[in-house]
């Protein structure tokens, strides 16, 4: 048994989640900002008495002559309708304010927190019970029922609390319920039962812990709620009239002729105080669950990086066999760039033709480069990435140099795509047939509508799927018959060429035949070029005309299926196809690669693939090697054929 | 066949919804220590006739219900009384026949109190629904478009601050700074303002409006400009919303046919749940600026401890709230086509 | 042949879903028949691979005979003891002879748990008497065992700093650490890099040898049973259309399902341009079952027969056998 090479051990630092959540946490501003502002307000709180100028709960020493002084003099911030000092008021009123709202939100997160638990793992009847309930809870509306109850009782401290927190778990328990969901049906769950662990041990260690940040996040959504919601109730006047909150000084003033007497600092402070404390509990749950549940960190409408320019080297119009040369790719490199790190090179120098008619099988493992590489031809990279070298020619025209506009008319029309797992790739609110027509009037907008109506039947039929069906919505079609729409859609604007990235990579093997030899017979037909990418050797090696096989985002080989399979020159295409099964050879032995393909950001200098070689030399491990130009297209970058 | 089924789940579930409320109602006023009835009986405010009329209407000398003589568990009673002889079924009876009690304060009906009051708070919640819808969604849309700008941050920090308002701060902030600058203090129309001509009545009421409709929307629109940044963020990051790009389209193309659509339908759900949440913003708004919708009748009569009218208008809000979130849940079937059957 | 010959005996095993959800007040009298009527036989320390698309059943047999699903009818015969209908606590001693490798290792492990916490669990849950030391003690054991060496590093890290291959190492150190006799490979290596797959295959085969466990490869990939498999039954809408050798099977198979998935599986050879047989449609769903033999409507050489009577097996060898109407007793 090998043991694992060197350059696959982990770091030696141990990242726990609780670290690497402290790290993420401490970059987040809104978060820090709401948690400084929590605790700002939390030291006041406490210390209230300490920092309270005047004390409150006597009436000595005041007369009707200190009622709605202005702030100022002997009262930082004025007085009240009782003549009160509001500074101090402010100080002990926020000691009310947060402790009904931190107690109430506890009874809320709690008994929604249990509800949403015991319904989302025990499922079947006692779910649907709950969640019923929490249903009708949930449309009930909030405040007038608080009001409703809490008029009826005693408007005591307690009692607020108690309402609050037995009308605020709705949100809590649909939240958690469908996290609990989410979580069981992860494939660790499923593995804790196969080992024999009950209930109690699976909730315990593996629902809670991935339940308990969305938990937080809410429990500090449902605090705010809470202080919100007490001090709407008191300023209606159900608030304790002998615990002076926020909500309660509000009230007064307001009840008292706070506006009459133009006495604005009695409005503006105690309503301040709310506001901060909810802002703060806001910003604080808003960064958490950036932290906690980070989303992608771009989306594709967002604006790309600019392409540096390089010098041009005309493209060849034509192969040495006579055929028109159709695409171009010269030396094309592609960053991908982020703040605070230097930018890591998916792709680096690479170099291929496409001739009319040819079908090139672009293969490579996971971190290959090979689906950025495709990307960037059309100019489709996410925000961070970046073409940072070399030319993509297409039909005598330079698509590096050309702006959005112009692009748009190449996309789809000249090139298209067909992308991997076609669940996603197709709007699923919108018909199939809807998204084809879409393609096809974009391009040629002078068509009539029906006529492409028509176009789009005859696509459908063309790759095997009734025209009926063109009404119907992608999740009504099974998963081989989206990736043949997806087909009849890239084929949609006569392109001249077509990127298959992986179409076949999700489906069941009988059906990857069909989709093989549709696009055989289709490429035969129209006279397609087409670029497959996958990981497949034995499809590239069915299909192919010609191969580039790439590793660590550089051209490991490139040349004719033949030549690949039957006389390899680069290590790494040795060692695949030692690796790949072959039934037509039975007694080979599997061969493995040890260790596995280098990350973006910790390639290795030199070769990329001289960690794992079992022919590598020592310059290997240091200088990059050339790409050594064999007969006829045949080229390889390794040191071995280096003189 | 599926959609017609789930039509009729969803509706029968409001109905019973509905019946829960009833439920609740009717045993919340009688559990509760301040039983409105019961404390009406004692009330020395009330007339004589009033107190009868309470009597017979409430049904106060009968059994709450089969089996029960009080609402005390441990006294049994008959269970073989008339059922429709019991004081809940009175009460369901009462309802149905749209009679809702009789205000202590004004001695009038409340069904005809509210009636009234019903209209003014569907417009000023809807029109502040409709304005905050309107201002959030486009301030998400640009937010969530040009995520990570500064107008992105300065979309989510005003939406944020809004969030933290609360309501009736805000009301109050406004109004005195709007009766300091000529606007109305309070109510929906001048006294008098009914015998002016049509129009001048309209701008009156509109004037009385302003505030309000302006608080309104100032907390709500916050709401929603997050909810439609977050949900545009993770449609324009969807796979194809790339093919849409491949294909061709411009940004404009792009954002008009393929994300917004796919974007509101989570804000339809949103608008939904929060409803119920809105009201609560109502009956703060209305208790401010006094405006006489049914937020404030709940308001007035928890001042004055007149319960029939907050009974009535509890049930009201909430049946009308249910109601709502039912269109809001059948208006979301269709738009969503991957919504079959539950 | 008696039931101790066998290791493991599965006899007309039958596992029914209701399809669609219950309601309150309806129940659905339709049935997903994913697995219909499933005979096998496991010597120990033998490898056989259950191959089949998608749709065939063949994760829900594995989950039936782990007991994490109850089967509709027939009996399952382990090591002796007929565990078709065993309660809680026998399913739990039950697991410490019998585990699962799953197909996704990103998925498989809980991201806050440490490599050790995930090892150790099961000797956790089973509660064998072990003091700590001696826990530690056998999770480095199988850590090393599935070729994580030298196990220290790897106990404190946690999921996400380790590779694909990795991951599927520390799974398979989980199923390792309470020894057990038998172990089924739902798809281990079909989520992995072509060159890593080897690796994890490898392991799996040394480890039959070295500690004589059992194992039940299941795949879609019939690539890569021919390294590793001593028999291969073939599943098809919750049957098994073929079983035999592994060699018998892949140079000679008898039923037109083995046969057209053989033909289309690609080579990666240019130069062997194969007859394919490429089958039409896809595979009808569980639920509304054809007459008949369930592969005629997709089968290229269905005969009349074939729509109305399902095909009994037929004995070809001593090991091959398959069911087929147009395929003749040897």
């Known amino acids: 048994m090998q043991a694992i090479a060197e350059s696959s051990k982990p770091k030696t630092q141990s990242t726990s989640p609780l670290l690497t959540f402290w790290r993420t946490f401490r970059r987040n501003p809104m978060a820090l900002v709401g948690l400084t502002m929590l605790i700002i307000i939390l030291l006041l709180a406490v210390f209230a008495r300490q920092l309270a100028p005047y004390d409150v709960t006597s009436s000595a020493n005041v007369s009707t002559a200190d009622i709605y002084n202005p702030p100022g003099g002997a009262h930082l911030l004025g007085t009240d309708d009782a003549g009160k000092d509001v500074l101090s008021n402010f100080f002990f009123g926020a000691r009310i304010s947060l402790i009904v709202g931190f107690f109430a939100a506890f009874i809320s997160v709690f008994i929604g927190g249990v509800i949403g638990i015991v319904a989302g793992f025990y499922g079947g009847r006692i779910e649907n019970i709950l969640m019923r309930f929490t249903d009708i809870m949930l449309v009930i509306p909030d405040l007038p029922l608080m009001v409703v109850i809490v008029a009826l009782t005693k408007p005591s401290l307690i009692n607020i609390i108690f309402v609050i927190g037995l009308l605020g778990w709705t949100t809590t328990a649909r939240i958690v319920r469908s996290q609990t969901l989410a979580v069981k049906s992860r494939k660790f769950v499923l593995r804790a039962r196969a080992i024999g662990a009950g209930n109690f041990h699976i909730i315990l260690h593996h629902i809670l812990p991935l339940v308990m940040p969305l938990l937080v996040v809410n429990a500090i959504l449902v605090i705010s709620l809470a202080i919100l919601n007490e001090s709407a109730l008191s300023f209606i006047g159900l608030g304790d009239p002998t615990a002076l909150s926020w909500g309660q000084m509000l009230n007064y003033a307001f009840g008292r002729g706070a506006m009459s007497a133009g006495a604005w600092w009695a409005l503006v402070v105690p309503g301040l105080g709310i506001v901060w404390v909810v802002l703060a509990l806001t910003l604080l749950g808003h960064g958490l669950e950036q932290v906690l549940n980070p989303r992608l960190e771009f989306h594709h409408l967002e604006p790309g990086r600019p ?41 680096e120098n690479v170099s291929f033709q496409l001739r009319e008619g040819e079908l090139m099988g672009l293969v ?14 059309l100019r489709l990279l996410p925000p961070a990435g970046q073409i940072v070298g070399g030319k993509v020619w297409f039909m005598g025209r330079d698509l590096t140099a050309m702006d959005e506009t112009e692009l748009q008319t190449v996309r789809w029309n000249g090139i298209s795509i067909v992308f991997q ?3 996603n790739a197709f709007n699923p609110v919108r018909t199939i047939g809807d998204q084809i027509f879409e393609a096809i009037q974009k391009h040629t907008p002078i068509l009539p509508e029906d006529k492409i109506e028509d176009r789009v039947s005859e696509l459908l039929e063309l790759v095997g799927i009734s025209a009926e069906h063109k009404a119907h919505f992608p999740h009504q079609y099974s998963g081989g018959m989206r990736q043949r729409a997806m087909i009849a859609m890239a084929l949609a604007c006569n392109p001249s060429v077509v990127i298959a990235d992986e179409p076949t990579t999700a489906l069941d093997v009988m059906i990857q035949a069909q989709i093989l030899e549709l696009l055989d017979s289709l490429r035969k037909k129209l006279g397609l070029s087409i670029i497959f990418v996958t990981h497949d050797l034995g499809v590239v090696a069915e299909m192919c005309d010609s191969v580039l096989v790439m590793y660590g985002g550089v ?24 690796a790949f099964p072959d039934l037509s050879k039975l007694d080979k032995r599997l061969a493995s690669i040890p260790g596995y393909p280098p990350r973006l950001d910790q390639l290795p200098p030199g070769c990329r693939f001289a960690p794992r070689c079992p022919q590598a030399l020592e310059r290997c491990h240091t200088q990059p090697p050339a790409l050594h130009r064999l007969e006829g297209t045949h080229v390889a970058s390794c040191h071995l054929l280096d003189g | ?37 019961r404390a009406g009986v004692k009330d020395p405010r009330l007339k004589k006739e009033a107190i009868e009329a309470i009597q017979v209407r409430f049904g106060l000398d009968k059994p709450v219900v089969n ?54 708070t569907i417009l000023l919640i809807g029109a502040g629904q409709i304005l905050s819808i309107i201002v959030g969604v486009i301030l998400g849309i640009f937010a969530a478009w040009k995520a990570r700008t500064a107008i992105d941050y300065g979309a989510l920090l005003t939406s944020l601050l809004a969030w933290s308002l609360p309501t009736f701060w805000l009301g109050i902030i406004l109004l005195f700074w709007g009766s ?62 790339l093919t849409a790009k491949a294909k061709g389209l411009s940004t404009f193309q792009i954002l008009k046919d393929h994300a917004l659509k796919n974007a509101m339908l989570p804000l339809v759900t949103v608008i939904a749940i929060n409803l119920g949440f809105t009201v609560a913003g109502a009956l703060q708004i209305e208790a401010v600026f006094s405006w006489p919708g049914l937020g404030g009748a709940i308001y007035e009569s928890v001042v004055r401890r007149d319960y029939p009218v907050l009974q009535g208008a509890f049930l009201l809000i909430a049946v009308a709230v249910i109601l709502a979130n039912l269109i809001a849940d059948l208006t979301y079937s269709y738009l969503d086509p991957r919504v079959q059957s539950e | 042949m008696t039931n101790m010959d066998y290791f493991l005996e599965v006899r007309d095993l039958k596992k029914y879903f209701q399809a669609g959800r219950p309601g309150w007040f309806s129940k659905s009298t339709r049935l997903v028949h994913a697995v219909d009527d499933i005979s096998l036989q496991l ?24 007991g994490l699903e109850k089967p509709t009818a027939g009996q399952i015969i382990f090591e002796g003891e007929d565990i078709t209908h065993a309660d809680e606590s026998q399913l739990k001693t039950l697991r410490q002879r019998i585990q699962m490798v799953f197909q996704d290792p990103y998925e498989s492990l809980n991201p806050t748990q440490s490599i050790e916490e995930i090892v150790g669990e099961p000797l956790v849950v089973h509660d064998l008497g072990l003091s700590p030391a001696e826990r530690r003690e056998r999770v480095v054991r199988a850590l090393e065992d599935a070729g994580l060496k030298p196990a220290d590093i790897y106990m404190r890290r946690f999921p996400h700093e380790l590779s694909g291959g990795q991951r599927q190492r520390v799974v398979i150190a989980g199923a390792l650490v309470l020894e057990p006799h038998l172990l089924l490979a739902d798809e281990p290596v079909s989520m992995l890099d072509v060159s890593i797959r080897a690796e994890i295959l490898n392991l799996l085969a040394d480890l039959r040898k070295s500690r004589q466990i059992s194992i039940i490869f299941i795949t879609h990939d019939l690539g890569t049973v021919g390294y590793f498999a001593d028999r291969i039954a073939v599943m098809y809408l919750g049957r098994i259309v073929e079983t035999g050798a592994m060699r018998e099977v892949l140079e000679s198979p008898q039923h037109p399902y083995t046969r057209a998935l053989l033909s289309v599986i690609p080579v990666p050879n240019p130069r062997l341009r194969r007859e394919r047989v490429i089958l039409q449609g896809e595979t009808p769903n569980p639920i509304d079952l054809p007459s008949g033999c369930r592969f005629h409507p997709r089968c290229p050489v269905a005969i009349e027969r074939c729509k109305q009577e399902d095909p009994p097996y037929v004995r070809l060898s001593a090991t091959h056998q398959t069911a087929c109407w147009l395929v003749k007793e040897a």
């Open chain 2, 67 to 120: 089996c029960f003589e009080s609402l005390n568990p441990v006294k049994l009673g008959s269970c073989t009384v008339n059922p429709l002889e019991t004081q809940f079924f009175i009460y369901v009876g009462n309802l149905l026949r749209g009679e809702l009690g009789i205000s202590y304060h004004t001695n009038r009906p409340v069904a005809a109190i509210l009636a009234e009051r019903l209209w003014n």
């Open chain 3, 43 to 66: 010597q120990r320390g033998e490898v056989i691979a259950l191959v089949g698309e998608s749709g065939c059943g063949k994760s829900t047999l594995a989950l039936t005979l782990m």
């Open chain 1, 307 to 347: 392409v540096v320019q390089s010098e041009a080297r005309q493209p060849v119009a034509r192969a040495e066999d006579g055929r028109p040369i159709l695409l171009e790719v010269q030396n094309l490199s592609v960053d991908y760039v982020t703040a605070g790190k230097p930018p890591a090179r998916a792709v």
């Open chain 2, 180 to 241: 300091a600058n000529g606007l109305p203090i309070g109510g929906k129309a001048t006294p008098g303002s009914s015998t002016l001509p049509p129009v001048q009545q309209w701008t009156d009421i509109f004037q009385h409006m302003l505030l309000p409709t302006l608080t309104y929307t100032i907390v709500y629109m916050g709401e929603y400009t997050l909810i439609m940044r977050s949900s545009l963020l993770d449609v324009l990051a969807e796979d194809y919303i």
């Open chain 1, 555 to 578: 051209t490991a080989e490139y040349a004719s299926v033949d030549t690949i399979y039957n006389a390899p020159r680069h290590p790494y295409t040795q060692e695949l196809l030692k």
């Open chain 2, 1 to 37: 066949m599926e959609r017609r089924q789930y039509l009729l789940k969803k509706i029968g579930w409001s109905l019973f919804t509905i019946l829960f409320v009833l439920v609740l109602n009717f045993f919340l006023f009688r559990i509760l220590p301040g039983d409105p009835a």
């Open chain 1, 364 to 377: 490579g493992e996971s971190g290959c480069g090979k689906t950025t590489l495709m990307l960037a031809l």
């Open chain 1, 421 to 423: 797992g076609a669940m």
